[in-house]
């Protein structure tokens, strides 16, 4: 289970390729068209997964909590520049309680 988590982990973290500057979208752009067309290729993965593989169809249910692990810890490298910073600790405190509640 860990090592699945820590693959994950690495591969989503790589799939962090563009950011919204790189692409030019407006707000509206971006949450009339992107994001439920991202919305529908995750799920749309992992019922292939889960077709392919039926073991990993237990796992659907920590994607969420992972996603948003990662969204943070992604969050986490780009406003934490200086060691020791406060919000860079607090930040650290949250990502460290969501994935003790995953591993519960």
Do not use: W
Request: with cysteine; proline share 4%; aromatic share 10%.
């Amino acid at each position: 289970m860990k090592k699945f988590i820590f693959i994950y982990c690495l591969v989503i973290v790589k799939a962090f390729s563009y950011s919204s500057a790189d692409i030019h979208l407006n707000d509206y752009e971006y949450k009339r068209y992107v994001r439920p067309q991202l919305t529908n290729i995750s799920h749309d993965f992992l019922t292939l997964i889960g077709i392919l593989n039926p073991e990993v169809k237990n796992f659907s249910s920590i994607h969420r909590p992972l996603t948003q692990i990662l969204n943070e810890v992604h969050e986490l490298k780009n406003n934490c520049r200086e060691k020791n910073s406060p919000n860079c600790k607090t930040s650290l405190k949250t990502i460290l309680k969501q994935i003790k509640t995953i591993m519960k």
